[in-house]
């Protein structure tokens, strides 16, 4: 018998002989099991913040002392000590039985357990709070995004138009339609993609820049999932840089001030440059903004909160002991393997530092690769193809802010994008020698009445590969509040504010965000090796499964997945 057929089950009898002669016994479903997770209360993916925050002066600004996001210091960074050492080499035996384990709380967990949901499915979340980067928080009534602030307007019919539906966004959102507003030499212009602000020698190439964006979104729209039929057209743009695409079809090269725009949506959207990523993922990006965005309260940690909301129905309040059976805060998920009966067991870290391990009968690894490729035992011996193409995937960090406004804001606008005096960065070093916040949103867009303040969110992408270690450093917090200071000061006065009107500064890194959508991670087979089940057992639903930072990636492989799951587990 080789490994593999005694790790599917052909050693089953005694394996579970095993157990209960160690007076093991697992859980039956009803049975109240002591998780060891945080309260339901403070892992909701909102957080509420006082009127008036504890703050310290930065260059007379007030901050938040600390970041919000990854909460970790560098010597707590997941998977950076062996978290799956055990005593005696093995993980605890399994306590209990579910039908699905779900590995990450973010967007993309959430919504596979909303289509899992008749299975009751235990969903593992290793920060404090659910909801991953799509978390929020509520201040002066007002809720704000710590990361992912909206989606693309769903086309009718759809997939996405029907769970949207179901978690109630078309009755909340407001819809930002107008053209991508740009800031220029401290001005805003509405209308710098039809030339406002270039010189006459640029205008041609403003207006076949023009032309090819609206080619491809009413007319050459990369689908990515890829959809049925022939891809290869979107095989072959994969295979080129955005850039190169760019150019080729405008005919010509692109005027150092249309460049720097371009960058600077790249470097906001992808944490990357246009050079680096993929036409096909940038494409799927950039051209689909021509149909509108929807902007729910406090972004899309509205979707996060609602689908908690939805699975929270499960929990049982009147068993004080289950809190957290289904939804488990700050248990970290450390060890995934193959067990008997074609079982998998899962061993997780909970809020009290102890290991606990369960079996289940799927699995779904919803959290990035980044970290499956620790968590996954024996996926090098088992399946090297896909622990290569976790290896494949890089990632860039992010610092988003939350700018607490203390007099109500008149500004109609959604976005902003900042190019100062048209020099911007155009690559990695450039980038790393001059970090700047790239755009400013009206982080009360989709407020649903007047408020005496305001929020403003401030995109900071660090489209350098040794960022995470900046904000990891001992002086981390120092360093990007100092930096922060300065800019923000220039950025108030562009919206009319002045540092006087500012409540609170409250910064939030996530230090291995965004997956960069290099090309010819689809074409190259890469995309589809980090898709595929591992052993019909476990699954991953995930936006870096395309390596695109896009909600609805997440979404729409949830779709593709859960059915997968479901009926395996009716067989």
Same mark, same amino acid.
């Not at 360093?479 to 108030?492: D, E, F, R």
């Given at each position: ?7 599917q089950?052909g ?15 697992l ?34 600004i ?21 978290? &799956?050492?055990f005593?005696?080499g093995?993980?605890?035996s399994p ?26 499915p ?6 404090p709070?659910?909801?991953?980067a799509a ?53 805003v ?19 076949a ?7 491809m ?24 840089s ?13 005027p150092?001030?249309?460049?720097a ?24 990006f ?22 908690? &909301?939805k ?35 899962v ?10 391990s ?5 699995v ?17 011996v ?63 867009f ?14 900071w ?27 923000l ?9 002045t ?42 639903? &995930? ?24 009926a395996?587990?009716?067989?």
């Amino acid at each position: 018998m080789d490994r593999r057929t005694f790790l599917q089950g052909g050693m089953s009898a005694a394996a579970l002989g095993v157990l209960a002669r160690q007076g093991i016994a697992l859980s039956s479903k009803g049975d109240c099991v002591d998780t060891g997770a945080a309260t339901l209360a403070s892992a909701r993916p909102f957080k509420h913040i006082p009127l008036h925050p504890k703050s310290v002066m930065v260059d007379g600004i007030p901050f938040a002392r600390w970041f919000d996001g990854d909460f970790f210091g560098n010597e707590e960074m997941p998977f950076h000590t062996c978290e &799956n050492c055990f005593d005696g080499g093995k993980p605890p035996s399994p306590t209990e039985e579910v039908d699905v384990a779900i590995v990450g709380g973010g967007i993309s967990g959430l919504s596979t357990a909303y289509l899992l949901r008749e299975f009751k499915p235990v969903v593992f979340e290793l920060r404090p709070r659910f909801g991953g980067a799509a978390q929020g928080e509520v201040w002066a009534g007002t809720r704000y995004s710590l990361g992912s602030a909206y989606v693309i307007t769903p086309d009718p019919g759809t997939f996405l138009e029907q769970i949207y539906s179901e978690l109630n966004l078309p009755q909340v959102v407001e819809v930002d339609q107008g053209e991508m507003m740009m800031e220029l030499g401290g001005e805003v212009l509405d209308g710098f993609w039809r030339g406002e602000g270039s010189s006459p020698q640029d205008a041609a190439a403003f207006a076949a820049y023009a032309a090819v964006v609206q080619q491809m979104a009413n007319v050459d729209y990369p689908d990515i999932p890829l959809p049925d039929g022939d891809v290869q057209w979107i095989l072959d743009l994969d295979q080129k840089s955005l850039k190169q695409d760019i150019e080729e079809k405008m005919g010509m090269p692109a005027p150092p001030l249309l460049a720097a725009a371009i960058q600077s949506y790249c470097y906001s959207s992808f944490v990357g440059g246009w050079d680096e990523i993929s036409a096909a993922g940038g494409w799927n990006f950039l051209a689909a903004e021509e149909f509108g965005r929807w902007v729910a309260p406090g972004g899309n940690a509205y979707m996060a909160q609602q689908l908690w &909301n939805k699975l929270l129905v499960h929990e049982d309040p009147q068993r004080s002991g289950c809190s957290g059976e289904f939804l488990r805060g700050q248990c970290a998920v450390v060890d995934v393997r193959l067990a008997p009966r074609k079982r998998v067991q899962v061993t997780y870290r909970d809020a009290r530092g102890m290991h606990r391990s369960l079996l289940a009968k799927r699995v779904v690894m919803a959290c990035p690769k980044m970290l499956c490729k620790y968590i996954i035992h024996d996926i090098d011996v088992i399946d090297p193809p896909k622990l290569q193409a976790m290896h494949d995937l890089t990632y860039q960090a992010y610092v988003m802010v939350n700018v607490l406004i203390n007099k109500p804001f008149k500004k109609e606008f959604y976005d902003i994008f900042l190019l100062r005096d048209g020099h911007f960065p155009m690559s990695p070093d450039q980038a790393a020698d001059n970090p700047l916040v790239i755009d400013v949103l009206n982080g009360g867009f989709a407020r649903a009445n007047d408020s005496e303040t305001t929020v403003l969110t401030l995109y900071w992408p660090l489209p350098f590969t040794t960022a995470r270690f900046t904000l990891i450093a001992e002086d981390a917090w120092e360093n990007y509040a100092a930096s922060l200071a300065g800019q923000l000061k220039q950025i108030l006065g562009i919206v009319g504010l002045t540092p006087s009107d500012v409540r609170q500064v409250r910064m939030t890194r996530w230090g291995h965000a965004v997956p960069l959508h290099r090309p010819n991670l689809i074409a190259g087979g890469v995309v589809e090796n980090l898709r595929r089940p591992y052993e019909d057992l476990v699954y991953f639903v &995930n936006q870096d499964n395309w390596a695109l930072p896009a909600i609805e990636n997440c979404l729409l492989d949830a779709e593709i997945f859960a059915p997968q799951v479901a009926a395996g587990l009716r067989k």
